[in-house]
């Protein structure tokens, strides 16, 4: 019932085209979400995807009359909108050290955070953490697949739909992504094991 | 299903996509067979376990509220959606009044142009207007003309002249075909040349002069006191009537078939200098 009330992604556009502030907040409710963890796990910064996610509204705000319904949805285009200014983002800032304060806390509040056992917790978050080193140490077009295939769970229709490519190349670029994610990852599974021996051994 | 096939459908087995069933079962199949492609199922499917964990975990952050910015912007946008109309009108009043201005301007120059034309066709030499204003032939009637008393015109100078120089000046200005040259007056030819100045102009000094009533020495193009100071020669020619209307003076039309009756001042070059009529 409520479905079928609520207003399409177009209407709210139109209505926010002609001056409804209330439709803007709608939209904003409804996409941002998708954007701010796109540009989250794009980049790995909350600034920076607060930043981009104010971004895209602001170029929806001014070039919102440029959205052609024929060409993709509304989703599809803030998506693009948001990976542009991404990689613009991340080109940009490619010259500077990451303090990782941010990461910190937030690891630390997420253990605080959760009824588990700390010890299980701690390896979760670790587990994480390397999964999302791991990600974030992709090339940029392996990378984008991987977080709108896999982290946000996409069809291949619509990751190509927002990366402007071929279906068969959103599936070739993720087969490959992922494969570098095993291998990335390998490493690191292999030493924690030998870490784990030699402390078993010196015990 | 050889290994290749099976890679080629692997991601899709381990992120737990839609796969059809025989396609499933091949692969399942293919697992038990090898070991290598078995591993790497393993493998595939622990990173869409992590890669699943990652997602919850992106999936629990705050996503930033809408600042008032975009509010600011929402509304700007519309005061600038506004805003081209009243532009638009400016303009237009602007290009109106553009028109009328260059309108204006034109016609200015239209009538500018009418009044020179018809100022210059009105006018003839300066200095003959100059002339006309002081001897006041040009407010008299053609026949008042004949009213004018030679004691009105200014005194002449004595001009004297040899006769051979008369002659030979004569026949310089028939080979320059100054027409009509009907005779030097006698009476002038034998006029000195040295006598002859810019600054006191021949005027009637013929002796019968008394007989004739003349006009004042008009111009003739520009004249210097330094192209007069060598003298010249008076002659006589006979014109036709609108040649008075050319130097301004009234003309009886009905008599416009006539000739007038001229001196004419030719300076040692040669050059004519000065005219005046004669009745």
Redesign the interface.
């Known amino acids: 019932m409520s479905a079928n009330t609520d207003p399409s992604d177009s209407d709210l556009l139109q209505s ?1 085209m002609a ?1 409804d ?1 209330a439709a ?2 709608a939209l ?2 409804r996409r ?2 998708d954007i ?2 796109f540009a ?2 794009m980049c790995g910064s ?1 600034a920076l995807a ?1 930043d981009v ?2 971004e895209v ?2 170029v929806l ?2 070039e919102g009359h440029k959205f052609d319904a024929a060409r993709g949805s509304i989703n599809a285009f803030l998506m693009g909108v948001a990976r542009n200014h991404v990689l613009r983002r991340l080109r940009r800032e490619r010259f500077y050290v990451s303090m990782e304060e941010d990461s910190e806390n937030d690891t630390a509040t ?1 253990v605080s955070r959760t009824s588990e056992s700390p010890l299980d917790e701690l390896s ?1 978050t670790e ?2 953490e390397s ?2 080193k791991a ?1 974030l140490a992709l090339p940029e077009r392996y990378r984008e697949v ?1 977080v709108l ?5 996409m069809s291949y229709v619509e990751a190509a739909e927002i990366l402007g490519c071929a279906v068969g190349t959103v ?1 070739s670029r ?2 490959r992504a ?1 494969a570098l ?2 291998e990335k ?2 490493p690191a599974q292999e030493e924690e094991a030998v870490d784990v021996k030699s402390a078993r051994c010196f015990a | 299903m050889n290994c290749e096939d099976f890679e080629s459908n692997i991601n899709e087995l381990a992120r737990e996509q839609i796969i059809e069933a025989s396609v499933h079962a091949q692969i399942l199949a293919h697992r038990e067979e090898c070991e290598a492609c078995a591993r790497q199922l393993e493998d595939q499917r622990s990173l869409s376990f992590q890669l699943r964990a990652l997602a919850r975990e992106a999936n629990s952050a705050k996503v930033p509220p809408m600042g008032n910015e975009l509010l600011t912007a929402l509304r700007s946008q519309q005061a600038l959606k506004t805003r081209p109309a009243r532009v638009a009108q400016g303009r237009s009043r602007a290009k109106v009044a553009g028109v009328v201005a260059g309108a204006m301007a034109v016609a200015a120059m239209v009538l500018i142009v009418i009044a020179m034309t018809v100022i210059r066709s009105r006018s003839v030499t300066p200095t003959a207007q100059s002339q006309r204003n002081s001897t006041s032939p040009k407010s008299l009637p053609p026949t008042e003309i004949a009213n004018v008393k030679p004691t009105d015109v200014p005194a002449p100078a004595p001009i004297k002249n040899s006769e051979r120089e008369s002659r030979r000046t004569a026949g310089k200005n028939r080979r320059r075909n100054l027409n009509p040259i009907v005779e030097p007056v006698q009476s002038i030819a034998g006029v000195s040349s040295k006598d002859v100045t810019a600054k006191d102009t021949p005027t009637s000094v013929t002796p019968d002069s008394a007989a004739e009533i003349t006009t004042d020495f008009m111009p003739v193009g520009y004249a210097s006191a330094t192209t007069l100071q060598d003298g010249g020669q008076l002659v006589r020619v006979e014109l036709p009537r609108s040649a008075l209307v050319a130097f301004g003076l009234p003309m009886n039309f009905n008599r416009y078939d006539e000739k007038v009756k001229a001196d004419v001042f030719f300076s040692a070059d040669g050059m004519a200098r000065a005219i005046r009529f004669v009745q």
Do not use: P
Not at chain 1, 149 to 153: M, N, P, S, V, Y
């Open positions: 926010m001056g502030e803007l907040a904003y409710q941002a979400r701010f963890r989250l796990q909350r607060d996610t104010q509204f602001m705000i001014r997420h979760r587990t994480i999964v999302r990600v991987v295939c896999d982290l946000q769970e599936r993720l087969h992922r994610l095993i990852m390998r």
